[in-house]
């Protein structure tokens, strides 16, 4: 196996991407909070938001295990890229098709973005700086 002479993210950039994961969460969830609508659409886009985090992560995750050369099978490498565009679209058809405003709209497909894109960083972030730990462990 080859050493790869890989950075760990410095301490500004975790923390940003900490930061807009937070932000994008707890902005969205604000925003499902005040808007006026029912329960059950509430729901709908919490959940929307949820699998798309966890979809996001799992493109992350398979995308970076396959550089690596660790074996991803098809079939969820597949699914973790059809469950994060899924999710788009989900949120996407529910914000065209809900009577809220446009700015309202904006405002939820803004912090979705920002919650998807802060996930990828932090579970980026957080995969190389256990690799950075494992590999100083092994060279001791």
């Given at each position: 196996m080859e050493q790869k002479n890989q950075q760990q993210p410095s301490a500004a950039f975790v923390a940003a991407a900490w930061v807009a994961l937070i932000t994008g969460i707890t902005a969205f969830l604000i925003g499902l909070y005040n808007v006026e609508m029912a329960l059950n659409e509430k729901g709908y886009y919490f959940t929307v938001l949820m699998f798309g985090l966890f979809a996001a992560i799992s493109v992350?995750?398979?995308?970076?295990?396959?550089?690596?050369?660790?074996?991803?099978?098809?079939?969820?490498?597949?699914?973790?890229?059809?469950?994060?565009?899924?999710?788009?679209?989900?949120?996407?058809?529910?914000?065209?098709?809900?009577?809220?405003?446009?700015?309202?709209?904006g405002f939820y497909a803004m912090s979705y973005t920002l919650s998807l894109f802060a996930a990828i960083a932090v579970q980026k972030n957080t995969r190389d700086a256990r690799q950075k730990q494992d590999d100083s462990t092994r060279s001791e």
């Open positions: 992350q995750k398979s995308v970076r295990d396959q550089l690596e050369g660790i074996p991803v099978t098809n079939i969820y490498y597949g699914l973790s890229w059809f469950s994060t565009l899924l999710s788009i679209v989900l949120l996407t058809v529910g914000l065209w098709n809900a009577s809220i405003t446009k700015s309202e709209k």
